[in-house]
């Protein structure tokens, strides 16, 4: 049972534009909501969090969404920059608070 | 300094054979996890520790044994390897409960 999808497995942007990556989710005990990025070869790492009270969070140049009535969140980058280029995974914590469940991931890839 | 270390980062080895990978973190952090990422790419919890006590152990056959000797390190050690636990396995860490988990770089096992 997937109760974190990442439907896009890939997604390809110019450089300066937006990247908007998207997550959608079952579970509505899910209160905490957080995206990692991951470049080949390493873990991922902690970019941007959310708190299921709040809809909007934002730290520079990533923002990301919450929209919980559609059980929906994105992560908005911009501009986008080579750099960028990974995978990104959205994962939710219950409200138990035990663990995180990790979506499949998106493929960013930002073309120069 | 790595933070969250884990070796070997790469283990091939023959099916039956017994295995360990090791994660030390240097963080402070009080909890720790094992995840699993098979060929499909989902990012799936196998446990944590909090404190040296196993808080969750998510449906993992028992062949795959924690240890925990102390809160900064979490061994994983399997035994009797079969050719479906072929994955990246992944070390992580937080300071108290899931949330912001800093990772490994990941063991990449291959079964043959």
């Known amino acids: 049972d997937q109760q974190v999808k990442q439907n896009s497995p890939s997604l390809s942007v110019q450089e300066g534009r937006i990247s908007i990556l998207n997550c959608d989710y079952t579970?509505?005990?899910?209160?905490?909501f957080l995206w990692y990025k991951k470049y080949p070869a390493e873990g991922p790492t902690f970019l941007i969090s959310?708190?299921?009270?709040?809809d909007k969070n934002e730290d520079g140049r990533f923002t990301v969404f919450l929209n919980k009535s559609a059980k929906h969140l994105s992560l908005h980058i911009v501009p986008s920059q080579p750099g960028d280029s990974a995978v990104y995974f959205c994962?939710?914590?219950?409200?138990?608070?035990?663990?995180?469940?990790f979506g499949t991931g998106t493929r960013l890839a930002v073309r120069p | 300094d790595t933070a969250v270390s884990q070796t070997p980062k790469y283990l091939v080895t023959q099916m039956g054979n017994d295995k360990s990978i090791k994660c030390e973190q240097n963080?402070?952090?009080?909890?720790m996890y094992w995840y699993k990422q098979d060929s499909k790419k989902f990012l799936k919890i196998m446990f944590s520790?909090?404190?040296?006590?196993?808080?969750i152990n998510e449906t993992v056959p028992n062949r795959f044994s924690p240890k925990s000797p102390d809160k900064a390190h979490l061994n994983l050690h399997i035994n009797s390897l079969e050719l479906g636990d072929s994955a990246v396995y992944f070390c992580?860490?937080?300071?108290?409960?899931?949330?912001?988990?800093?990772f490994g770089s990941g063991t990449q096992l291959s079964v043959l």
């Open positions: 520790y909090n404190n040296k006590e196993l808080i």
């Open positions: 963080l402070g952090h009080d909890t």
């Open positions: 579970n509505s005990m899910f209160d905490y």
């Open positions: 992580a860490s937080s300071r108290q409960g899931p949330g912001k988990l800093f």
């Open positions: 994962a939710a914590r219950g409200s138990s608070g035990d663990k995180l469940t």
């Open positions: 959310i708190s299921s009270i709040k």
